[in-house]
């Protein structure tokens, strides 16, 4: 092109390209529309609820025959695991043996050697100077999919993972090694300790995590269910929201850990999100006086006056706060109650086949005095 930049680098060919030019081609995917090929997907929860174990599943489905947790045909190929924190030959390993993954076609990339001067020692993956050896491991098993556990990990010592244009520094030739390579990328990431219910905002760090990925899974835990966990899209800049998925953790008598998983839900990560943030003081005495009070509805105006002690507009946003997350009901006249449970709407359907009492004989004296319905 014979022309330079401002300090002086000469221009290649293509520098720029009229779209007219370029062939548009469909978004591939390694499991759609979950995780894409070529691009970043952040994959994030708190400590303890199956992050690593779930991409050990998906990764060993990858090894295997592809066919992913919701039945449908993903890629089959290769991984690259880069595990900073747990365990490889006591963690890592035994799940992915657990769960039926061709160990051959996994590489794992854990405490690396390096010659520093003269001497020889160990250190763990950087993002910003290891991608020669990332390209190495990829080819030698044709990988489709490389991980990185965790991301804030391997960002280099001399960057803040708060501050956007450093982490940008780092995720950009993470992208263009994805999208040279055609390897999809997650990133796990761990939740902030300050809950909010915007799933954007629940990984640690700055948004830039989030804002270069193209896709963000994240896993909650089920409120009425403290062993089940919901993997659902916080993100999905590439399709359609996909469906929530539930799991479990199951160990075996070794204490080897696995996923077992469930039902497909509707739930957004939004919802998830405002599910798991703790009820606000005012909240949790609206709620108790509303369960003391059943089976009879309350007004706005007699919550405000059985609750004096919280100010009359703070009691208006926090019923609408516990609509918003399906709590409570405000059926009938302005009327609140609270919402029943899934076990109480199948009693209520059960009870509608007997014709000497509205309810079955055997339901609890404690469900038949909260059950209502409109």
Request: aromatic share 6%; charged share 25%.
């Amino acid at each position: 092109m014979n022309f330079r930049s401002k300090n002086g680098q000469e221009y290649g060919e293509n520098a720029f390209m009229k779209a007219s030019t370029i062939t548009p081609v469909a978004v591939d995917w390694l499991w759609k529309p979950f995780i894409p090929m070529r691009k970043l997907t952040m994959f994030e929860g708190n400590g303890g609820d199956g992050k690593t174990t779930v991409l050990l599943d998906i990764a060993a489905r990858i090894t295997r025959d592809g066919i992913m947790p919701d039945h449908t045909q993903g890629k089959t190929g290769g991984v690259v695991y880069i595990m900073v924190e747990d365990g490889v030959d006591d963690t890592l390993v035994p799940r992915m043996i657990k769960s039926g993954a061709d160990m051959d076609r996994v590489i794992i990339i854990n405490h690396i050697p390096v010659k520093v001067g003269n001497e020889w020692t160990t250190r763990t993956f950087n993002a910003q100077e290891d991608l020669p050896l990332l390209e190495k491991a990829c080819e030698a098993v044709g990988a489709v999919m490389v991980v990185i556990d965790p991301i804030m990990e391997a960002l280099g010592e001399r960057v803040d993972a708060y501050k956007e244009t450093e982490v940008r520094r780092v995720l950009n030739p993470l992208i263009r090694f994805a999208d040279t390579h055609n390897v999809a990328m997650p990133l796990i990431r761990h939740f902030t300790k300050a809950v909010t219910d915007n799933p954007m905002y629940r990984g640690g760090g700055s948004t830039a995590f989030t804002n270069v990925a193209r896709a963000a899974l994240q896993v909650y835990p089920n409120p009425d269910d403290e062993d089940e966990k919901n993997l659902v899209s916080a993100k999905h800049s590439l399709s359609g929201r996909p469906m929530t998925l539930s799991y479990r953790m199951e160990a075996d008598e070794h204490d080897v850990t696995s996923i077992k998983w469930g039902k497909a839900t509707t739930k957004s990560a939004r919802e998830l999100a405002q599910d798991s943030k703790p009820l606000a003081e005012g909240a949790q005495d609206i709620m108790r006086l509303l369960e003391e009070a059943a089976p009879t509805d309350l007004t706005t105006a007699e919550i405000k006056a059985s609750l004096p002690h919280i100010n009359a507009s703070t009691i208006g946003v926090t019923l609408k706060r516990l609509q918003d997350r399906k709590l409570i009901e405000n059926l009938t006249h302005g009327k609140y109650r609270l919402k029943p449970t899934d076990e109480e709407v199948a009693l209520h359907n059960a009870a509608l086949d007997y014709d000497e009492d509205v309810y079955p004989t055997d339901i609890p004296v404690s469900v038949k005095s909260n059950l209502q319905f409109a």
